[in-house]
């Protein structure tokens, strides 16, 4: 069975531009979510699409939003980009909503100068 | 509301040397507790996972954790250390257990280092 793949795994963008973030879940697992991880910092919960539908938001302002497609995958997209914005951004997917545990992938490193 | 509070930052132990990592919770509901470990330039690998029934829970790699809900903790442990782990290890709690939608809470994240 194949993972969690995202795309790019490196990204450098200038404030106030806009970007998007790419992820293909582990196949099968129909709930994708999306966490941005500061430097030294633990991950934070952005957001989760289950079967299409945004179905839980963390702390983030509105110009971080996303999609999620009919084959399971995922897009995070994150308008007006603030230096603060520069983390890895983690894309995880499970079947049961989380009671089996997520898959992560490897992250896209955004640098945002 | 729920929150997850790591002991140390950084442990730092002799190669075959017991590994002990902290994890306290915090949760309104029935929690589900996951430990991850993260590797440099990697995303998280799940270690093991406590859901309902038995409180010591086992892992991969020889780790396991044991679920005390009345000390509120969900402490790492392996019997031995091995160069290979060496990372920096995640404690999660998700709010499943009380029917909502299962994001998870991670703590500030210990890094293991180990001596040979």
Not at chain 1, 18 to 29: A, D, E, K, M, P
Not at chain 1, 57 to 68: K, V
Not at chain 1, 98 to 106: A, I, L, M
Not at chain 2, 35 to 52: E, F, R, S
Request: overall charge neutral; charged content about 15%.
């Amino acid at each position: 069975e194949t993972g969690v793949t995202q795309s790019p795994t490196h990204l450098i963008k200038t404030r106030g531009q806009q970007v998007t973030l790419r992820c293909s879940s582990q196949s099968g697992h129909n709930t994708v979510s999306w966490y941005q991880q500061a430097l030294g910092q633990g991950p934070q919960f952005i957001f989760q699409y289950y079967r299409e539908e945004e179905n839980g938001r963390g702390n983030f302002p509105p110009r971080f939003s996303g999609l999620q497609f009919p084959n399971y995958s995922s897009e995070l997209n994150v308008n007006a980009l603030e230096l603060d914005d520069s983390a890895l951004y983690l894309c995880a997917s499970s079947l049961l909503q989380g009671r089996d545990g997520y898959t992560f992938g490897s992250g896209t490193r955004l640098t945002v100068v | 509301a729920q929150s997850v509070t790591q002991l140390g930052s950084h442990v730092s132990v002799s190669e075959g040397a017991l590994v002990l990592l902290r994890c306290n919770y915090s949760s309104s509901v029935p929690p589900y507790l996951f430990w991850y470990v993260q590797y440099p330039n990697q995303g998280l690998q799940l270690l093991l996972k406590y859901t309902t029934g038995a409180t010591l829970v086992k892992g991969i790699n020889g780790f396991e954790a044991e679920f005390k809900k009345s000390e509120t903790s969900f402490h790492l442990t392996k019997p031995s250390a091995h160069m290979s782990d060496a990372a920096e290890y995640f404690c999660a709690v998700s709010d499943l257990g009380g029917g909502s939608q299962g994001n998870l809470i991670f703590g500030k994240g210990t890094k293991l280092s180990v001596k040979p």
